[in-house]
């Protein structure tokens, strides 16, 4: 603990900004209290919501539009058109059930034939049909609706196009909607996902604990028992102890290798308590696997030298990463009162032997304004490769490059001969950057793809025919997607602006063109807005997950190194006292090696439930084993307010800190004398743990931690950090003082329930 620095007085640490994501759903609780239920509030289904009745809404349009133009000359025609036209869309909020679609298509019907409505006023009930599975009802509607416009035109090609758009708008229905369900369903879903991830990330952990600890705890528990007739065998329990002991650090240094976020916390606490302002900056990409074990050493490392070298009075700690196969993790260190000298081959050269054995490099350079840098680059552990869009997903992207394709043939329908050719070339170049830049959302390049899509839409239109027009409608809806709104509305209404004029320069209704435009617009923004939301979404829940992972691997190596950790510590210094003690006080060797056998099951009881959850740790008997163990180490004990009432859930946090502190007592400090105290501030518990045994390292340099190694501080700052409270660490009149506070409800401390709703 003693890797802080001078404080008169102690103040809360920053949070630490590699702190993991709030932890997720756990296991045995598959949605926590303070997460809201996935429902129809929640913003990602109903804005899948939204973009379906949009899409619906755009088909429908024309035909209302259109009805209101013939109010003036045809009102009965033109109200029947608007009654069928608002039913429809009306009908389209409600599940398509047999009543639903059977209703659409007889208001569909009644207004194509008793009020001459276009046919392709049926392509939303037929997407009804699509979505309901009821493919044996398409052939007799489409037939009718062919039978219908080939009896108003004799032109089988207006036929023929006018049957395509009613299948294209049905399909686009279907996908949209198709779209919508997936992206409330992987909202609804993310957090079962996470708690699943849990669930088998502790069965891994355990996995892996029961075997060499759980055998390792089980040895010396079983030789405590034989050194009670036989204390030789003390010298065995010794040897299994500390390499027990070292496979617990060792597996916890690996179970925290996934994120920097201890690192990043212990590096701000002791640069706080010296009095370094520190500011952490992160934007790489967790979890990080074996990066982050090198670089853990790395910040550790370099952050104990500014404090206990330099005169420091500023450090700024950035993380960054590069993508690709060979991408890179770099961690930059800058310092401001750091001179190059200070760092030398006694620090740095370990470190970067050990860099570049992992594939990496270490260099250190002073900046122009006078800092002092250290920058740590090694290559990122590889990540699972991107997942496979889900099969609703695929259906729907081969229904809009259906649609990209269709709008190809129904052009081309009405290209002069002599022009097909260009007209394939320039709807090939169309295609493809719609391919591109709107649904696969590439970046680069984006403004010259746009540019170019509009020259290619707006210069061919005199030439290609009156379908050409279509081209409008991709361009603004790839506008729409590709801008943010403040810069996609007036662009869109610029495009539409100019695509009319043409449309009436070139002689044809400015109003149709512009309206036809408008409808491909919405169903285009519609559909691929659908599509990155469901792969934000399913981004977003499997960054939950991985969350969720680190999360978990986290607290199982915090509760290794708080928990089982200093048990062993414990009972390495009780089994060392028993053996000194075993020939010239063979009453108190008895005494400790009955201690080492009851902190060994201790141990293997926290192993047990290390990986189930919260467990029923008593601060009560974590200060009986605290004065007992400095007790063993000559160590007097003042204690204060033992008999003060503690709710559990605090005393399990607080139990924990009081081993931390009482351990590192132990290895780092020359202590004599030591106090605890546990008293209460308003609605705040306070424990206070303070030893003389201040170094004269520490006592000359201020903010000098005695060992860079382990986590501690890191470790309680996130865990005290996670219930609200704060956790410091610094001399104070020539003593170590710890200190940990947490919230509780004023009034009854014994009340747990109400602590659990604070914490």
């Known amino acids: 603990m003693q890797g802080s620095a001078k404080t008169t007085t102690p103040t809360t640490p920053p949070t630490p900004a590699l702190a993991p994501t709030p932890t997720p759903t756990p296991a045995h609780a598959p949605t926590p209290a303070h997460a809201p239920t996935p429902s129809s509030t929640d913003p990602a289904p109903r804005l899948a919501r939204t973009l379906v009745f949009a899409v619906a809404a755009a088909l429908v349009s024309v035909h209302f539009f259109k009805a209101l133009g013939r109010l003036p000359s045809d009102p009965p025609a033109a109200l029947t058109i608007l009654a069928a036209s608002s039913t429809i869309l009306i009908l389209e909020l409600r599940r398509a059930s047999p009543l639903r679609i059977s209703t659409q298509l007889a208001c569909a019907f009644t207004a194509i034939t008793a009020a001459g409505s276009s046919v392709g006023l049926l392509a939303v009930p037929v997407g ?29 090609r207006d036929t023929t196009d006018t049957v395509t758009m009613i299948i294209l708008g049905a399909m686009m229905i279907y996908a949209v909607t198709t779209l919508a369900a997936l992206a409330a369903r992987v909202h609804s879903t993310r957090l079962t996902l996470a708690a699943a991830a849990v669930t088998g990330e502790r069965l891994r952990i355990a996995e892996g604990l029961n075997t060499e600890l759980a055998s390792g705890l089980g040895r010396i528990r079983t030789l405590a028992a034989h050194a009670r007739q036989d204390p030789s065998v003390l010298t065995r329990l010794l040897t299994d102890a500390r390499a027990t002991l070292a496979a617990t650090r060792a597996t916890a240094a690996d179970l925290r290798s ?37 670089l853990a050493t790395v910040l550790r490392e370099v952050v104990t030298a500014v404090v206990r070298i330099g005169d420091a009075r500023r450090c700024h700690i950035t993380t960054s990463d590069s993508a690709g196969p060979t991408g890179q993790v770099t961690l930059r260190v800058l310092s401001d009162g750091v001179p190059t000298a200070a760092l030398g081959a006694d620090i740095l050269d370990p470190l970067a032997d050990r860099i570049r054995e992992s594939g990496g490099r270490l260099t250190t350079s002073l900046e122009a304004d006078g800092w002092f840098a250290v920058e740590a680059s090694v290559p990122a552990t590889p990540v699972a490769l991107d997942p496979t869009d889900a099969p609703e997903l695929r259906r729907a992207m081969f229904l809009y490059y259906l649609l990209l394709a269709s709008f190809c043939v129904r052009t081309l329908l009405y290209v002069p001969a002599v022009l097909i050719a260009p007209a394939l070339a ?42 050409w027009i279509a081209s409008l409608g991709l361009l603004t809806g790839s506008l729409a997607i590709a801008l943010p709104w403040r810069a996609a509305i007036p662009a869109v209404a610029a495009a539409l602006a100019i695509g009319g004029a043409l449309a009436a320069w070139d002689g044809t209704s400015a109003v149709s063109a512009v309206l036809n435009a408008m409808v491909t617009c919405l169903i285009v923004y519609g559909f691929l807005r659908l599509a990155r939301l469901v792969r934000e979404l399913q981004e977003a829940s499997e960054g939950l997950t991985r969350a969720a992972i680190v999360t978990e691997r986290l607290r199982a190596a915090r509760d290794l190194h708080d928990l089982l950790g200093h048990g062993l510590a414990a009972i390495l210094l009780k089994a060392e006292l028993a053996r000194r003690l075993a020939d010239t006080d063979p009453e108190r060797c008895l005494t400790e090696i009955h201690d080492v056998a009851r902190l060994a099951a201790q141990g293997e009881n926290e192993l047990r439930t290390l990986t189930g959850g919260p467990r029923d740790l008593s601060f009560r008997d974590e200060l009986t084993s605290a004065a007992a163990v400095l007790a063993s180490a000559d160590v007097t004990v003042e204690i204060e307010g033992d008999d003060l009432p503690i709710p559990p859930e605090a005393g399990a946090v607080l ?49 000098a931690p005695v060992s860079s190694s382990g986590s501690g501080i890191g470790g309680l700052t996130l865990r005290l950090s996670e219930h609200g409270g704060t956790f410091t660490a610094g001399p104070d009149d020539g003593w170590w003082l710890v200190r940990a506070e947490l919230p509780v409800a004023s009034g009854d401390h014994s009340d747990a329930a109400t602590f659990a709703r604070i914490a």
Request: net charge positive; hydrophobic share 50%.
């Open 128 to 156: 009804a049909v699509l979505l309901r599975g009821w493919w044996p009802l398409l052939p007799p509607v489409l037939g009718t609706a062919a039978w219908i416009q080939a009896a108003r035109t004799a032109s089988i």
């Open 258 to 294: 996934l994120s920097l976020a201890p690192e990043a916390a212990s590096a701000r606490a002791l640069l706080h308590s010296a009095g370094i302002e520190a500011t952490v900056t992160t934007t790489h990409t967790e979890p990080l696997g074996a990066a982050g074990t090198v």
């Open 426 to 467: 320039v709807l090939a170049v169309l295609c493809t950057l719609q391919a591109v830049y709107s649904v696969r959302d590439a970046k680069r390049g984006g403004v010259p793809a746009i540019i170019l899509f509009a020259v290619l839409t707006f210069l061919p239109m005199h030439w290609f025919g009156q379908n």
């Open 655 to 703: 139990g924990v800190v009081l081993r931390e502190a009482v351990t590192n007592v132990l290895r780092h400090s020359t202590a004599r004398h030591a106090r605890i105290a546990a008293t209460t501030r308003g609605a705040v518990l306070r424990l206070e743990v303070e030893n003389d045994g201040v170094t004269p390292l520490a006592s000359s340099a201020p903010g």
